[in-house]
């Protein structure tokens, strides 16, 4: 048994190949450990904020010390945290926008990562707080960036890899739907990324 977390980030809805893959990974996790609970977390429809001043301010601020409006500017990223710590497995939905992350999955990334929460600097340098948890992410692209002359223009998966391990998050798997834009591609993209999906 296990707490499974699903983070989306689509404004697709259920048109969303990033959605679909990510429930698949979910069901097959529910397979592998039945009893499963799973809080899904959709920050697209929750206007995740972008950080503004109040929300570096209260970052930096002592709960006991945070004014009300402080209080309420760092509930977001308190929330956030509080989701990470308490999965087991997390599932990030990552679809391609202008061959990046969409917005809201960086804004929940920077309310997550914060000094002295979920990282923490020491002689050795940076070290990542949140540990012991599974990740994988499900990506969706209309082209081919898993390969060939397009792979350099893939910025999700480099960037995923390089900040989730940052705050300790180091055991990541990447499956991907891609092609869903290309002609004699398009037609097994789902199919294919599904099929992909193998749990370890």
Not at 24 to 50: D, M
Not at 93 to 106: D, E, R, T, V
Not at 158 to 168: C, D, E, M, S, T
Not at 173 to 189: K, L, N
Request: no cysteine; proline share 6%.
């Amino acid at each position: 048994m296990k707490k499974l977390l699903h983070i989306i980030s689509s404004p697709r809805g259920e048109a969303s190949f990033s959605i679909k893959l990510g429930n698949a990974i979910i069901e097959k996790l529910k397979q592998q450990y039945p009893g499963s609970t799973v809080k899904e977390v959709n920050l697209v429809n929750l206007h995740f904020p972008h950080l503004e001043e109040a929300h570096i301010n209260s970052f930096f601020t002592p709960a006991e010390s945070r004014s009300p409006e402080l209080l309420e500017a760092v509930r977001h990223s308190d929330d956030a945290i509080a989701d990470i710590q308490e999965a087991d497995v997390i599932v990030i939905g990552a679809p391609m926008y202008n061959f990046n992350i969409h917005s809201s999955l960086k804004a929940w990334l920077d309310h997550i990562i914060r000094s002295g929460v979920t990282f923490k600097y020491d002689a050795n340098g940076p070290q990542g707080l949140v540990n012991g948890k599974k990740v994988y992410i499900a990506e969706a692209m209309g082209g081919i960036y898993s390969d060939g002359p397009m792979k350099d223009w893939d910025f999700i998966t480099p960037y995923l890899k390089a900040v989730l391990p940052f705050i300790g998050l180091s055991d990541v798997s990447v499956f991907r739907v891609e092609g869903t834009a290309i002609p004699g591609v398009q037609d097994t993209a789902l199919e294919k990324g599904l099929s992909s999906i193998h749990l370890n």
